[in-house]
T-cell receptor, first 112, second 115 residues
Framework: AQSVSQHNHHVILSEAASLELGCNYS??????LFWYVQYPGQHLQLLLK??????LVKGIKGFEAEFIKSKFSFNLRKPSVQWSDTAEYFC??????????FGQGTELSVKP | GAGVSQSPSNKVTEKGKDVELRCDPI?????LYWYRQSLGQGLEFLIY????????KSGLPSDRFSAERTGGSVSTLTIQRTQQEDSAVYLC?????????????FGNGTRLTVT
């Protein structure tokens, strides 16, 4: 069965630090990959997505993610975080069959 | 409305009672999803609809859970004989199509507390 694993449950960073959140999935076929973000008090929203082509995808607010097929990974990165990036981040995988499977989420706290 | 609307936003119920949660998707969105978000558990897939049919209901935890969608629009998730472990935030999302390329648009969820 498909599964998505996020390695870090809670990450605490200072402003301007670099960010990398890990995401691994288990599925051998073609996948679509997503990162969603949930800011405090707000609903989940799409941060970025990968379907095909360039494995390095750029999303909103300076975030990017790299799809490494050989490692079944889709890690999220940002060179310099801001306090406003404090949120919960979810990696998700869809195998083109309709069902989107989410990871457990990583809570990011950025200290001003 | 512009987004996915869920009601009620909060629901407190006694163990053993039935509850009904409602989701109004974005107008024109054919795909509709239900997820459950529990503390430390991430988002657990429950069921999704394409139009009024449910191609995948594999995530429903037990036969106490059921969902329906009428008119290709509003969906209701019903939990019968609620248990304390049903306490969670129930999220609804819709997209313009299912399968590929369409991001999900989420509602704010219904926070269910079973006492």
């Amino acid at each position: 069965a498909q599964s998505v694993s996020q390695h870090n449950h809670h990450v605490i960073l200072s402003e301007a630090a670099s960010l990398e959140l890990g995401c691994n999935y288990s599925y051998g076929g073609t996948v679509n990959l997503f990162w969603y973000v949930q800011y405090p008090g707000q609903h989940l929203q799409l941060l970025l997505k990968y379907f095909s082509g360039d494995p390095l995808v750029k999303g909103i607010k300076g975030f990017e993610a790299e799809f490494i097929k050989s490692k079944f990974s889709f890690n999220l990165r940002k060179p310099s975080v801001q306090w406003s990036d404090t949120a919960e981040y979810f990696c998700a995988v869809n195998n083109q069959g309709g069902k989107l499977i989410f990871g457990q989420g990583t809570e990011l706290s950025v200290k001003p | 409305g512009a987004g996915v609307s869920q009601s009620p936003s909060n629901k407190v119920t006694e163990k053993g009672k039935d509850v009904e949660l409602r989701c109004d998707p974005i107008s024109g969105h054919t795909a509709l999803y239900w997820y459950r978000q529990s503390l430390g558990q991430g988002l657990e897939f429950l069921i999704y609809f394409q139009g009024n049919s449910a191609p995948d209901k594999s995530g429903l935890p037990s036969d106490r859970f059921s969902a329906e969608r009428t008119g290709g629009s509003v969906s209701t998730l019903t939990i019968q004989r609620t248990q304390q472990e049903d306490s969670a935030v129930y999220l609804c999302a819709s997209s313009s199509q299912t399968g590929v390329n369409s991001p999900l648009h989420f509602g704010n969820g219904t926070r269910l507390t079973v006492t």
